[in-house]
């Protein structure tokens, strides 16, 4: 009785770890788990008109513009400002008054360039906003500069992406394509770009395109036969969004690798809005059907899509879908119109977090960036906001009570097997046996039997080891 209380208690103290984690977790669950969030409000600006542009930071430093339409009578005109904000709390450093519409702020060598509603291309000292000169492009300037070895890119709505000195503001030179210029990009000595030109029957037709960095000569072109939106490039792929595809075409001569089909159009405008967010080898993809789309970026294959909501909007100037994503450290941010930020677990596109950020009387087109831990985004309700999301600490919590609750039980089950073999009498030692007989056991019985087949650790094994080690030494338990 004794030996077969003893193997019994030795199967329950072998096959305690299987006991306690027989639950089965899935992938799924565990991944949300370990991304939980706990998003802060670190701060928010209430700025003096809707803020439709992405932020940019550098050195501590948010800037971003605002912009509204004021109408006088029959009279059209545009307020706004450029701000310069702590990023660390949101006071105001400074800001000038232009109305910032689409332009995103970019930020070179101390200067801060930024194209404005009211038809100028700007230059202002980053530390104090002080203007250092103005080009006049002749019509509103919604596209982004872009900065690079003292020149800056610009696309202007006349068709022309111009090349200015980044200290004078004086043209060096530009390119006159078939229809409005979006933001360029450059890298590596070129400057990629796409236009769009409205033709009848209610069409775009757009190209994508690379020019020589230094003197704006065609590198190469590619007609997409539809709209197209601004591109991004990773390595030597750029990618962009053509009418409802994602293409991917080689920067070097603009040949096509692959193209995914991801929606219906919903508008004259691209349905894919976005390409903006690449995160290990995937690329997160905006489109105007309001979901987001996660592609290998090596084929086009689609990984995972979630779909955020299509609200129609009812400010003048609303559009449909999402704004550009961002993604780092395993999830996604992106803006929806139906007024709230997100954030996605980027493995598989799960929602781990959102939060209202606008209204329906305001819509949604600035796009976050993450910056230092920090995600901050504009709002076209007059605001600016800056999350710290951060690992869930209830999560943290829970995993720390799971793992007190298993060392309870272990604590527990041995007690009772120390009081258990305290009821039981110890065997009197044969003393015509020698010692080394008397204490001999086959460990394997005990971890070849059914119950005890379990995957055990090597210091979890030792200490079984010895366990029964011990014990056979007092209750004397032979290979018999």
Same mark, same amino acid.
Not at 65 to 94: F, H, I, K, P, R
Not at 319 to 339: E, F, L, Q, R
């Given at each position: 009785?004794?030996?077969?209380?003893?193997?019994?208690?030795?199967?329950?103290?072998?096959?305690?770890?299987?006991?306690?984690?027989?639950?089965?977790?899935?992938?799924?669950?565990?991944?949300?788990?370990?991304?939980?969030?706990?998003?802060?409000?670190?701060?928010?600006?209430?700025?003096?008109?809707? %803020?439709?542009?992405?932020?940019?930071?550098?050195?501590?430093?948010?800037? %971003?513009?605002?912009?509204?339409?004021?109408?006088?009578?029959?009279?059209?005109?545009?307020?706004?400002?450029?701000?310069?904000?702590?990023?660390?709390?949101?006071?105001?450093?400074?800001?000038?008054?232009?109305?910032?519409?689409?332009?995103? #702020?970019?930020?070179?060598?101390?200067?801060?360039?930024?194209?404005?509603?009211?038809?100028?291309?700007?230059?202002?000292? +980053?530390?104090?906003?002080?203007?250092?000169?103005?080009?006049?492009?002749?019509?509103?300037?919604?596209?982004?500069?872009?900065?690079?070895?003292?020149?800056?890119?610009?696309?202007?709505?006349?068709?022309?992406?111009?090349?200015?000195?980044?200290?004078?503001?004086?043209?060096?030179?530009?390119?006159?394509?078939?229809?409005?210029?979006?933001? #360029?990009?450059?890298?590596?000595?070129?400057?990629?770009?796409?236009?769009?030109?409205?033709?009848?029957?209610?069409?775009?037709?757009?190209?994508?395109?690379?020019?020589?960095?230094?003197?704006?000569?065609?590198?190469?072109?590619?007609?997409?036969?539809?709209?197209?939106?601004?591109?991004?490039?990773?390595?030597?792929?750029?990618?962009?969004?053509?009418?409802?595809?994602?293409?991917?075409?080689?920067?070097?001569?603009?040949?096509?690798?692959?193209?995914?089909?991801?929606?219906?159009?919903?508008?004259?405008? #691209?349905?894919?809005?976005?390409?903006?967010?690449?995160?290990?080898?995937?690329?997160?993809?905006?489109?105007?059907?309001?979901?987001?789309?996660?592609?290998?970026?090596?084929?086009?294959?689609?990984?995972?899509?979630?779909?955020?909501?299509?609200?129609?909007?009812?400010?003048?100037?609303?559009?449909?879908?999402?704004?550009? #994503?961002?993604?780092?450290?395993?999830?996604?941010? =992106? +803006?929806?119109?139906?007024?709230?930020?997100?954030?996605?677990?980027?493995?598989?596109?799960?929602?781990?977090?959102?939060?209202? =950020?606008?209204?329906?009387?305001?819509?949604?087109?600035?796009?976050?960036? =993450?910056?230092?831990?920090?995600?901050?985004?504009?709002?076209?309700?007059?605001? %600016?906001?800056?999350?710290?999301?951060?690992?869930?600490?209830?999560?943290?919590?829970?995993?720390?009570?799971?793992?007190?609750?298993?060392?309870?039980?272990?604590?527990?089950? !041995?007690? !009772? =097997?120390?009081?258990?073999?305290?009821?039981?009498?110890?065997?009197?030692?044969?003393?015509?046996?020698?010692?080394?007989?008397?204490?001999?056991?086959?460990?394997?019985?005990?971890?070849?039997?059914?119950?005890?087949?379990?995957?055990?650790?090597?210091?979890?094994?030792?200490?079984?080891?010895?366990?029964?080690?011990?014990?056979?030494?007092?209750?004397?338990?032979?290979?018999?």
């Amino acid at each position: 009785m004794r030996k077969i209380l003893a193997v019994l208690l030795i199967a329950i103290f072998l096959n305690l770890p299987s006991l306690i984690f027989s639950k089965p977790v899935s992938a799924t669950d565990a991944e949300n788990k370990s991304l939980a969030l706990n998003a802060t409000l670190l701060w928010n600006y209430t700025t003096s008109n809707g %803020v439709w542009s992405s932020p940019t930071i550098d050195k501590g430093v948010l800037y %971003v513009g605002c912009e509204d339409v004021v109408y006088t009578g029959t009279q059209v005109s545009y307020a706004g400002n450029l701000y310069a904000l702590d990023a660390a709390n949101g006071d105001n450093l400074w800001n000038y008054p232009i109305p910032v519409g689409g332009s995103s #702020p970019a930020v070179a060598n101390g200067m801060v360039y930024v194209g404005s509603f009211d038809g100028n291309v700007y230059a202002f000292n +980053a530390t104090n906003g002080v203007k250092l000169w103005n080009y006049p492009a002749g019509d509103a300037v919604s596209s982004s500069p872009a900065v690079a070895d003292g020149i800056v890119y610009v696309g202007l709505s006349d068709g022309n992406l111009v090349a200015l000195n980044g200290s004078t503001g004086e043209q060096v030179w530009n390119y006159k394509s078939n229809g409005g210029v979006g933001s #360029p990009l450059v890298k590596d000595g070129a400057v990629f770009a796409s236009s769009n030109s409205f033709i009848p029957l209610f069409t775009y037709n757009g190209d994508v395109y690379a020019l020589n960095a230094t003197n704006g000569k065609m590198l190469w072109n590619y007609n997409a036969n539809s709209s197209v939106a601004f591109p991004t490039i990773f390595g030597e792929t750029l990618y962009v969004g053509i009418g409802s595809n994602v293409t991917a075409l080689s920067s070097i001569n603009g040949s096509k690798l692959w193209s995914t089909y991801i929606s219906g159009q919903t508008g004259l405008g #691209p349905a894919v809005l976005s390409l903006t967010a690449f995160f290990n080898e995937v690329l997160y993809v905006g489109s105007s059907d309001g979901s987001v789309y996660a592609l290998n970026s090596n084929n086009g294959e689609k990984i995972w899509s979630q779909s955020l909501g299509n609200l129609s909007e009812t400010s003048p100037g609303a559009v449909s879908g999402v704004t550009s #994503p961002a993604a780092a450290k395993g999830m996604v941010y =992106i +803006a929806s119109n139906d007024d709230n930020l997100y954030t996605l677990n980027a493995t598989n596109g799960d929602i781990l977090w959102n939060y209202t =950020i606008s209204d329906r009387d305001h819509a949604v087109q600035s796009s976050p960036v =993450i910056a230092n831990g920090v995600v901050y985004i504009g709002s076209g309700a007059h605001n %600016v906001y800056a999350f710290s999301i951060q690992a869930d600490s209830n999560a943290s919590a829970n995993t720390l009570l799971i793992l007190i609750g298993v060392v309870l039980i272990v604590i527990t089950v !041995i007690i !009772i =097997i120390v009081i258990v073999l305290k009821t039981l009498k110890p065997k009197s030692p044969n003393r015509d046996t020698p010692e080394k007989d008397r204490i001999q056991i086959e460990l394997s019985v005990s971890f070849q039997a059914p119950i005890a087949k379990i995957i055990v650790p090597m210091p979890a094994r030792l200490l079984h080891n010895r366990f029964l080690i011990l014990f056979c030494e007092r209750y004397s338990l032979s290979k018999e």
